[in-house]
T-cell receptor
Framework: DAKTTQPNSMESNEEEPVHLPCNHSTISGTDYIHWYRQLPSQGPEYVIHGLTSNVNNRMASLAIAEDRKSSTLILHRATLRDAAVYYCILDQTGANNLFFGTGTRLTVIP | GAVVSQHPSWVICKSGTSVKIECRSLDFQATTMFWYRQFPKQSLMLMATSNEGSKATYEQGVEKDKFLINHASLTLSTLTVTSAHPEDSSFYIC???????????????????FGPGTRLTVL
């Protein structure tokens, strides 16, 4: 399985932008890059996904490197409610079998 | 839109009993649902893929006779933990694949929506 590598934890001050990196050097040409986040004692929540081009939605932006071996999830203004574990996942087969790694625990400092 | 519910949200049972957990897609049809398990301070682990009208596909190391999955309709999948033991205590999470799911404010397709999880404690 193609793996992703993320920092275990990151901190951000409230109302500042946050850039969450993810490395996926073994990504194949048809793999989508998905980001989910999980708040404590809740199921994961979809954030964003993309294939090659950068993507924007109401929650975040996804910047994908030209060689697709890395990507960055961008939260434009971190709030306390953004404190969660963020997972970067490759959708390998196109069948949406999501294999979660350890993710990045984001702490937002008031 | 694209809401997935689970019932119950938590359950405590005695060792040896069976527990059924329901996963429903409330406002969309899901031909494929997934079941995950998450132990404290760990990541989610995919247990099985549930396809409507057919047998579930289990991940390596997951006992299909212990974790019975039924996906009888396009909006309901159930996971039954048979003869539960304390080591089965975990947070069980389902997700439903929303094919061509277009929302009003955000447009995205072919993504998974997760339920809120069911916390199982086996005494």
């Amino acid at each position: 399985d193609a793996k992703t590598t993320q920092p275990n934890s990151m901190e951000s001050n409230e109302e500042e932008p946050v850039h969450l990196p993810c490395n996926h050097s073994t990504i194949s040409g048809t793999d989508y890059i998905h980001w989910y986040r999980q708040l404590p004692s809740q199921g994961p929540e979809y954030v964003i996904h993309g294939l090659t081009s950068n993507v924007n939605n109401r929650m975040a932006s996804l910047a994908i490197a030209e060689d697709r071996k890395s990507s960055t999830l961008i939260l434009h203004r971190a709030t306390l409610r953004d404190a969660a574990v963020y997972y970067c996942i490759l959708d390998q087969t196109g069948a949406n079998n999501l294999f979660f790694g350890t993710g990045t625990r984001l702490t937002v400092i008031p | 839109g694209a809401v997935v519910s689970q019932h119950p949200s938590w359950v405590i049972c005695k060792s040896g009993t069976s527990v059924k957990i329901e996963c429903r897609s409330l406002d969309f049809q899901a031909t494929t649902m997934f079941w995950y398990r998450q132990f404290p301070k760990q990541s989610l682990m995919l247990m099985a893929t549930s396809n409507e009208g057919s047998k579930a596909t289990y991940e390596q190391g997951v006992e299909k006779d212990k974790f019975l999955i039924n996906h009888a309709s396009l909006t309901l999948s159930t996971l039954t933990v048979t003869s539960a033991h304390p080591e089965d205590s975990s947070f069980y999470i389902c997700s439903a694949e929303c094919e061509s799911c277009v929302l009003i404010r955000d447009s995205f397709t072919d993504t998974q929506y997760f339920g809120p999880g069911t916390r199982l404690t086996v005494l």
